[in-house]
């Protein structure tokens, strides 16, 4: 791998560190865990973005430098373009900055085509780019959680892991969906590749309620994000504005998600939290994503 130079803090999740860093004199984003107690593998998001870059998509997304699942300082590594002169989506929405029409007709649009290769939306942001005037998405989230049953996406997620023998990302399903009684003593067994559970197991510990509880925080998610800052007397516009063009440019839309998209406006909401799997069972640890506004 090439050495990184001057790295620079600039950005800090609930499981991830982005550092600004130059790569044969280029500037880069670099993406690392957080820590070994919150090391959430993000495989499944470079997937994800790689999914994006080989299709004809009306937004911009960094591109994808280098994906190194064993690094030895980091445990894992992600390198990617550096995006510039990108603001916060809420941000402008708020203060008129960019003509609200547009983002939400591009917001839309957007969804729309992540919805029909089967991505969510779930950990997604939305940025404005003043250089490609566009929509900027970051932070994805995982293939197969859209269009797909939740047995369906533990599946695709399983198999995922298996065949690129990514063994944090096979953990962190475990760890996600088994009790976790049952899922601790096999951590290191999974890491190193010695032990492998049955799909079957896995996808036997998703809740009945899995699929609607995701796609409905997801859209809540995004109804906080693109127009929970609007001013009060433009909500309704926006929002109607928003199902609007998702249905035409949805192939085939989701109904639970633009249901819910629309109940976040009628009940006003100012906060929502989504969590990637949902299991039957007391785990180890949950991977969630949470939005609120003032």
């Given amino acids: ?129 003043f250089e490609h005037k566009k929509l900027v998405l970051l932070d994805l989230g995982p293939r197969y959680t859209i269009g797909y049953t939740s047995e369906e996406m533990v599946g695709k997620h399983y198999a995922y892991a298996v065949e690129n023998q990514n063994w944090m990302t096979l953990w962190n399903l475990v760890s996600e969906l088994l009790d976790g009684n049952e899922a601790k003593p096999l951590f290191q067994k999974i890491i190193q590749g010695n032990e492998i559970p049955q799909v079957e197991q896995l996808q036997n510990a998703v809740s009945e309620v899995a699929e609607q509880e995701h796609i409905q925080g997801v859209a809540r998610n995004h109804y906080l994000q693109l127009i929970g800052d609007c001013p009060n007397y433009l909500k309704q516009k926006m929002k109607t504005l928003f199902i609007k063009k998702y249905l035409s440019y949805s192939g085939e839309a989701n109904f639970l998600y633009t249901g819910a998209f629309v109940n976040a406006f009628r009940k006003g909401i100012t906060s929502s939290t989504v969590c990637l799997y949902f299991s039957r069972y007391n785990t180890l640890s949950k991977v969630s994503n949470s939005v609120s506004i003032s």
């Fill in 1 to 129: 791998m090439n050495k990184l130079d001057n790295l620079q803090l600039i950005g800090e999740g609930s499981n991830s560190k982005v550092y600004s860093c130059y790569i044969d004199g280029k500037e880069c984003a670099v993406k690392v865990p957080h820590d070994a107690e919150r090391f959430i593998s993000c495989a499944l998001q470079v997937d994800s973005l790689m999914t994006c870059q080989n299709t004809n998509i009306s937004f911009v997304t960094p591109q994808v430098i280098r994906y190194d699942k064993h690094n030895d300082t980091w445990g894992e590594i992600l390198i990617m373009e550096r995006l510039n002169s990108i603001y916060p989506v809420s941000f402008l929405m708020r203060n008129g900055m960019v003509e609200r029409e547009l983002i939400i007709n591009c917001a839309a649009k957007a969804i729309a085509e992540l919805h029909s290769l089967g991505i969510s939306g779930f950990d997604v942001e939305f940025y404005w780019s």
